[in-house]
């Protein structure tokens, strides 16, 4: 079942195209990654599925429909453009934008309590929102989005200004999220954490599709004829071999196009070399990345 | 609770119980209680309650100074009557200057009647009372021998009347209009006041959303209309707040006046009809202006621009003021009605023409109607316009985008 769901949406300002022709599925209890370089048409791609922009053609269902006032409380948002209100005590001003989700007030005082404890807040909760750091105005942003426990929420750059320790509290709460079966829509730059959390992504460039679908099936497409090794002995001499590179710990032996890697596995069976990982080199989604950027569409 | 009532009083609290709010709360009354006490200390320092020595040797005032048949009239006209005191001499006229038993003392002298010169002395500037209470003395003296109806007439003053064309409507020349009388004049004027001051926290409570970057967060929570609707009411509380407070203060210094005795607080009959008029106008015209602002302050780029903008509504609430002069001539003229009517004019001309005639009901409603289809019509805009123009930063907002018609 799909949380979102766009057809072919289009969107331009004076001439200009931010999203054209966009098509993509969110499904139920996924967390999707919404991936693209700076002003490759995210934020305005997020805007049309909230209804914050009207789409100029095609159609967006959202929470299985049109999206309408009664399903504003069914979503957490957290833009790109951070907001909270700056002259007004950080308690108040998150009590006042769950309140605005339809939440009665004391059961939003106890979550909220919770929530700050969590993120080590709870002492800054009398302080004016201007009074607190950028991670920790982050961290409160991160508390509004979710403090009306949505069923879907969309994240943009959820992770920056967080310190590490900070990066690892919200990507556990993603992890909880997710496992409570609520959707996740995240756009961000950081890769490796798109690896570590994201179901399926959309990678999108100039407004457009460039690479869509689930991530591990992406990255095997974008696999090279290569394996990664990590062996004590001598494999300079294993045929099919057609360059060896290092690779942290081990080494990444790039095949021609005859050999197989279960040809080397056999090969260094054979000689007696001791092995101690053996896989298919995948590449990074940073790899993928900047190859689609650089090089244009490609659709897993 | 509504979303619309919860944004209203998030609104309300955030800037009524702030030290800012309170300072402009009291900031008002208190120059104004500042300006008038300093009228009246001024006035007062002015005055001398002091006795008048007199030296009258033409003869011509009588021995009670006041002649005896006007004696009622004279205590009228004067609220505090100073003591006249003769002196046969001149030096004995000195003599109780320099011990400080009177203020000063006039001197008539023998050939006054052909001179009409006479001498005052003083070791300080006499009072103006003393002056004005002296020559009114002298003037009715004069007039002895003539009919008693002659010197009752002119010991009354001048005394007539204004009264509107139509009939309905009266001011004692003498006294001038009365604070009552004024009333509709005054809640129009504290209307007009109330909107220009509130029009800053309606620029404000756009901005700031701007500015925090809540926008975004409000749009997905709850529909434009609602913000704006919220954020309009409470902008309204807040005025309505400054309102009430300031009409406390100003009912406080009726009673004071009126404990002191203020001779134009003493008639406070007013006509309601016409005040209900001018609020039920007022009302609806300060959400017209108040939900324009806010279209204004969404559509342009700066706030200044923003303010070059609102000037020109502003100005517009000032027309009647310019053109009183016609109302005068003919409060019923085709201009009077066209500007009773028009939203952003109908306040102030309702207000004015109050003074003058009782504006007709049927234009009152007219005018209402008008004012309400007003107000929710820029209401809409102004959630429009905040919709497509607030997160458009840097650009200004197209008018066909506004109404739709792009």
Redesign the interface.
């Given at each position: 079942m799909q949380t979102v769901e766009v057809k072919h949406i289009s969107k331009s300002y004076n001439n200009t195209h931010a999203v054209e022709d966009l098509s993509f599925e969110v499904e139920q209890g996924e967390i999707f990654g919404l991936l693209g370089p700076n002003g490759a048409g995210k934020t305005t791609t997020i805007r049309l599925m909230l209804n914050i922009f009207k789409p100029d053609s095609g159609t967006i269902s959202i929470l299985d429909g049109p999206m309408i006032e009664a399903k504003k409380a069914r979503i957490g948002y957290m833009p790109e453009e951070r907001g909270l209100y700056q002259d007004v005590l950080l308690e108040r001003c998150l009590l006042y934008l769950a309140s605005l989700k339809g939440i009665p007030e004391r059961e939003t005082r106890t979550r909220l309590g919770e929530y700050l404890e969590r993120f080590e807040l709870a002492e800054h909760k009398g302080k004016k929102v201007k009074e607190l750091s950028k991670g920790m105005q982050q961290k409160a942003q991160i508390i509004s989005t979710i403090l009306h426990q949505p069923e879907l929420i969309v994240v943009d750059e959820p992770f920056t200004a967080l310190d590490p320790l900070n990066v690892q509290i919200v990507k556990d709460l993603m992890i909880e999220l997710h496992q409570r079966g609520v959707t996740i829509v995240m756009s961000t730059h950081q890769m490796h954490l798109v690896e570590e959390l994201c179901d399926r992504i959309l990678l999108i460039d100039q407004g457009r599709n460039v690479l869509y679908g689930a991530l591990d099936e992406i990255r095997q497409h974008f696999s090279g004829h290569a394996v990664l090794v990590h062996a004590q002995g001598d494999l300079r001499n294993i045929q099919g071999v057609r360059e060896i590179l290092p690779h942290n710990n081990a080494v990444k032996l790039v095949l021609d196009d005859r050999t197989m890697p279960q040809d080397v596995f056999k090969a260094l069976a054979a000689s007696g070399t001791k092995v101690n990982m053996f896989e298919i080199a995948l590449p990074s989604l940073d790899e993928i990345f900047i190859q689609v950027v650089e090089g244009g569409e490609m659709h897993a | 609770?509504h979303?619309l009532w919860?944004?209203a009083v998030?609104e309300y609290r955030?800037n009524v119980f702030k030290k800012s709010f309170i300072l402009t709360l009291l900031s008002l009354p208190c120059t104004i209680a500042f300006t008038i006490g300093l009228g009246f200390f001024m006035e007062s320092r002015q005055d001398n309650r002091r006795p008048v020595g007199v030296v009258d040797q033409a003869g011509v005032l009588s021995a009670a100074f006041i002649p005896t048949d006007i004696v009622s009239v004279w205590a009228v006209e004067h609220d505090e009557p100073l003591e006249f005191i003769a002196f046969q001499t001149n030096e004995m006229a000195r003599l109780a200057l320099e011990a400080n038993e009177i203020q000063a003392y006039f001197i008539l002298p023998e050939h006054y009647m052909s001179t009409r010169q006479l001498e005052v002395v003083y070791l300080q500037e006499p009072g103006e009372n003393a002056w004005g209470q002296f020559y009114d003395i002298l003037r009715l003296n004069l007039l002895n021998g003539q009919s008693p109806e002659t010197v009752y007439r002119a010991a009354s003053g001048v005394d007539f009347i204004v009264r509107s064309i139509d009939g309905k409507r009266e001011v004692p020349a003498a006294s001038g209009p009365t604070f009552g009388l004024l009333m509709p004049l005054f809640i129009a004027m504290a209307f007009l006041f109330m909107l220009l001051m509130s029009s800053g926290y309606t620029m404000s409570a756009v901005a700031?959303e701007k500015?925090?970057?809540?926008?975004?967060?409000?749009?997905?929570?709850?529909?434009s209309m609602q913000l704006i609707g919220g954020k309009i009411l409470g902008v309204v509380a807040i005025s309505l707040t400054m309102l009430f407070a300031w009409t406390g203060v100003v009912i406080l210094g009726i009673f004071i006046g009126r404990q002191a005795g203020v001779g134009w607080f003493s008639n406070l009959s007013m006509d309601w009809r016409a005040v209900i008029a001018v609020v039920a106008i007022g009302i609806p015209a300060y959400v017209l202006v108040t939900a324009l602002m806010t279209a204004i302050g969404a559509m342009v780029t700066t706030t200044q621009e923003g303010q070059s903008v609102s000037g020109i509504f502003f100005a517009l609430h000032f027309v009647p003021m310019y053109i009183s002069w016609s109302f005068l001539n003919d409060p019923h003229s085709s201009l009077a009605v066209l500007l009773s009517v028009l939203p952003i004019t109908s306040l102030m001309t309702v207000g004015m023409r109050n003074l003058f005639t009782i504006v007709p009901t049927w234009q009152v409603i007219i005018s209402v109607v008008i004012q309400i289809m007003c107000a929710l019509g820029a209401i809409w805009l102004a959630s429009r316009a905040f919709h497509f123009g607030i997160?458009r930063y840097g650009q200004r907002l197209n008018i066909r985008r506004l109404l739709g018609l792009d």
């Open positions: - | 609770m979303k919860r944004v998030y955030r700031d500015e925090n970057r809540t926008v975004e967060v409000l749009v997905t929570s709850i529909s997160l």
